[in-house]
């Protein structure tokens, strides 16, 4: 099982990256890998939050509060996530401090507004930690996985090796 994992990673990996411009020869695969699943994780996580939402106006779950502010953040993280896979397959590795940044802030938004939504709503939806978990966990490795890549990256590091964010 182990060797069939790591033989369609390889498989894959070598179709996405090796190209006859080796725009990514630069990058570690590793780098390419987590950055497709941050993508990936982004996409499949919005259109859960949505099948929720939906899932709210039927007989089967109660409907949760509506939260705009975690709506919107929610939107800018697909927005992400989309535009990394459109790069990925054109190719390019259009990575800049901006949207790492940005990234960086809209996960921290995700994990906090829901750790806030499930302590002021736990008790009235007992369902709600078990719906949430899911998504703080994923989210918060989103997270992480902005910062390595904007330490291997160097985004954060002037010429001299010293921390700024402008």
């Not at 921290?108 to 939504?117: A, E, K, R």
């Amino acid at each position: 099982m182990k060797k069939r994992l790591l033989s369609f990673v390889k498989k894959h990996t070598t179709r996405l990256v090796d190209d006859n411009e080796k725009k990514f020869a630069l990058y570690p695969r590793w780098l390419i890998w987590l950055i497709l699943f941050l993508s990936y994780n982004v996409l499949i996580q919005g259109i859960m939050d949505v099948v929720l939402k939906v899932a709210g106006h039927t007989p089967w779950l109660q409907t949760l509060p509506v939260r705009i502010d975690f709506l919107f953040l929610t939107v800018v993280s697909i927005l992400m996530g989309y535009q990394a896979l459109v790069g990925m397959r054109r190719r390019e590795m259009d990575v800049t401090k901006n949207s790492i940044a940005l990234g960086i802030i809209v996960e921290i938004g995700l994990v906090v507004s829901d750790i806030i939504h499930v302590v002021q709503y736990g008790e009235s939806y007992n369902y709600l930690l078990l719906i949430r978990a899911p998504f703080i966990v994923l989210t918060t490795i989103n997270f992480f996985i902005l910062i390595v890549v904007s330490y291997y990256l160097k985004l954060f590091v002037d010429k001299k090796g010293h921390f700024h964010l402008a």
